[in-house]
């Protein structure tokens, strides 16, 4: 028993012994060595814990630009980079050179021939309808009716219940269901009611969510997972109900568009929006971006903001003196408060700079890939050639002392606010959050007006204490969503 011990405690000395060795010369001044045959590979095993952090570290010791080498006899090799104007070529004036490409075809298989995977005209006719169907006026009138229905009938009953009853909550989770309800509602005429009291499973989130850390270690998924199964099999139900509905309301009455305006039903009818209606499998690969743009974006993005508002009372109370000095305000059951005119949002500019000071030190999307499809070089002078993968690092751009001065880690909505009380509109080739160029999200706008319209219901009426004790941080994935969520408490305001 005693030489087991022995033995066992040898090989925990040798390990520290091993590992310390490691940390000391696996990298170099801070950055990556480059070994025979296994490349920098230790530096990333070392690292899996914190990839974000450590590409961040990597690219601000290294002037914003690097390569990194994977094994000699895989394609794991790449091209990182956050410096603006390198950003600017690939993403804007030389984009036509730096495609999605093969690799990123293989890793998102699952997307299909939709926007998220496409290039060339395809990408410019699914851009096209996509961009017409969210600047389209009855979109804009259609989301405000459903943003606060769910606001009123789901957000707030819950929290009701949930603070009613002392219980705490998984402010993610919850985000995340809301945000998908109203994406399904807008995008296939159905609400799955996920935000309730039950907490119904989210089979569409598990998909998107193992599918997303899969890609994030470039692994191959065998097959598709039940979950992606199951919601495969519901989209073909809501294309074939819908498809029914469309052709009985315009059989009875002509048209139905005003009650049933939504992105299924713009695809088959014909709509200028979308124009002839395409094949199924395209139809559904088109809803499954449309509700991934849902399900992964601004809802992430608001579970950090409430993070970070908790650590800064004083932000939190500046945005509640904003919200009752420029919001109308609809009095609902239970005493609670919710705005009443989303016109309005418009006027909270110091939310609106809290919400892009979350975005930069938290983008739901850390990295953007891209192959270079002809040798080019970059504007810092590093050659790229044919084929060679570019990773962009949107994260590390929000921690450039260079790009942001030497305060850039912590959380300060002021730097987004001009001398005139205006909003700074920084490049987004600085800020590249919502990406840049040709392919800048079209989605943009609308996701402001749902973070500012779903944060100022739940700030006005509710406090919230983050439970001790949590491990907070992000999960190894192609979004940026805290690995375990958020658990909070929450108490209601208003007696």
């Not at 022995?6 to 490691?22: A, R």
């Amino acid at each position: 028993m005693m030489a087991v011990l022995f033995v066992y405690l040898g090989f925990m000395v040798f390990g520290i012994i091993f590992l310390c060795f490691l940390y000391r010369f696996v990298d170099n001044n801070g950055l990556p060595r480059n070994w025979p045959l296994v490349g920098m590979i230790p530096t990333l095993l070392l690292n899996i814990h914190r990839p974000h952090d450590k590409v961040a570290q990597t690219l601000r010791r290294s002037s914003g630009t690097f390569f990194y080498t994977g094994l000699w006899f895989t394609n794991t090799s790449y091209l990182a980079t956050s410096d603006p104007e390198n950003v600017r070529s690939i993403l804007s004036s030389n984009s036509s050179v730096y495609l999605k490409g093969p690799e990123w075809l293989k890793q998102f298989d699952i997307f299909g021939e939709a926007l998220f995977n496409s290039d060339g005209e395809a990408w410019k006719c699914h851009r096209r309808a996509f961009h017409a169907f969210l600047n389209h006026p009855q979109f804009r009138q259609s989301l405000s009716k459903v943003l606060h229905q769910r606001i009123e009938e789901a957000l707030v009953k819950v929290l009701e219940y949930v603070s009613g009853r002392e219980m705490v909550v998984n402010l993610q989770d919850l985000l995340v269901r809301h945000a998908f309800d109203i994406g399904c509602i807008m995008g296939v005429g159905f609400n799955p009611g996920l935000l309730s009291i039950e907490f119904p499973e989210n089979r569409f989130h598990e998909a998107v969510s193992n599918t997303f850390e899969a890609a994030f270690y470039r692994y191959r998924r065998n097959g598709v997972s039940d979950a992606w199964k199951a919601f495969d099999d519901l989209l073909t139900q809501f294309i074939s109900t819908q498809r029914h509905k469309s052709k009985k309301s315009v059989a009875s009455s002509g048209s139905n568009e005003e009650n049933d305006f939504n992105f299924l039903n713009c695809y088959l009818t014909g709509h200028e929006i979308t124009g002839p209606t395409p094949k199924d499998s395209l139809i559904r690969d088109n809803l499954v971006h449309f509700l991934f743009a849902s399900d992964g974006t601004y809802n992430l993005t608001l579970t950090w903001f409430f993070y970070l508002i908790s650590k800064a009372p004083m932000v939190e109370n500046k945005i509640r003196e904003e919200i009752k000095r420029h919001l109308s305000m609809t009095q609902v059951e239970g005493g609670l408060q919710i705005p009443s005119n989303y016109d309005e949002l418009s006027k909270l500019t110091y939310l609106h700079a809290a919400l892009c000071e979350t975005l930069r030190l938290h983008p739901p999307v850390p990295f953007e890939f891209r192959t270079c499809t002809k040798q080019d070089f970059l504007p810092s002078g590093h050659r790229v050639d044919q084929n060679t993968r570019i990773l962009i690092g949107i994260h590390a751009m929000g921690r450039m002392e260079s790009l942001w001065e030497e305060d850039c880690y912590e959380f300060k909505p002021e730097r987004w606010i001009s001398e005139d009380g205006k909003i700074k509109r920084e490049s987004p080739t600085k800020f590249s959050a919502f990406l840049a160029g040709p392919r800048i999200c079209p989605g943009k706008e609308v996701s402001f007006l749902l973070m500012k319209a779903t944060a100022t219901a739940i700030i006005h009426n509710y406090n919230f204490h983050v439970v001790e004790g949590q491990n907070i941080g992000p999960k190894n994935s192609v979004l940026y969503q805290m690995k375990k969520g958020l658990v909070v408490s929450v108490k209601k305001r208003w007696s």
